[in-house]
């Protein structure tokens, strides 16, 4: 009969897992970048590009931190949030539409990334492991500023561009309105990319 797993072997079979989920996120956050067409958000991606290159040499920390070795097992939570988000990519909207459906295809990758961390967090705290909790509390941080950041980015204007293209003001002439709608919201978005 095989011996039962232990806290220690489910913290790094997850450690295993985000790791590998950075990784994963390297790519699509690079893709995220190029699509996106408000300065600011294509901005933010790559910013937070660089910081997920910095969150997978401290989770490299980690593993050195409780004598294990560095190896990612593929994690399909992030696998299917990018699927997701390739999705949205190859769909045909106008450009404030892309840029919201893209705020919302990062704030789902890092919500996940937020609940991973935090059990990772919890868990190396309980057993005593407070270098890597202090490694992973610093790329929890750096999720949470993301998620953040994302937010400022849909509350400041992008989500309020897309809402005036898909609804117009009502107060105009029906066929007025549309079009008076698209431009504000085609007009916002290109301020955007100024």
């Not at 809402?163 to 107060?171: G, K, L, M, R, T």
Request: aromatic fraction near 4%; charge should be negative.
């Amino acid at each position: 009969m095989a011996e039962a797993g232990t806290l220690h072997d489910a913290f790094i079979d997850e450690l295993k897992d985000v790791y590998d989920g950075e990784r994963q996120l390297t790519k699509a956050l690079a893709k995220l970048a190029k699509t996106a067409t408000a300065p600011p958000l294509r901005e933010a991606f790559e910013s937070h590009l660089q910081e997920t290159q910095g969150q997978i040499d401290r989770l490299e920390q980690v593993f050195e931190s409780v004598e294990e070795k560095v190896r990612g097992k593929h994690c399909e939570g992030i696998a299917g949030i990018i699927d997701e988000g390739k999705a949205i990519m190859e769909e045909d909207f106008d450009d404030a539409t892309m840029d919201a459906c893209l705020i919302a295809a990062g704030q789902r990758a890092e919500h996940y990334e937020i609940a991973a961390y935090g059990t990772l967090i919890a868990w190396a705290r309980a057993m005593g492991h407070g270098e890597a909790a202090d490694l992973l509390q610093q790329n929890l941080d750096e999720e949470k500023a993301a998620d953040e950041k994302l937010t400022s980015l849909a509350e400041g204007g992008i989500n309020q561009s897309a809402a005036d293209v898909a609804h117009p003001d009502e107060n105009e002439e029906p066929v007025a309105a549309g079009a008076s709608a698209a431009k504000k919201g085609l007009a916002r978005a290109k301020a955007w990319r100024r």
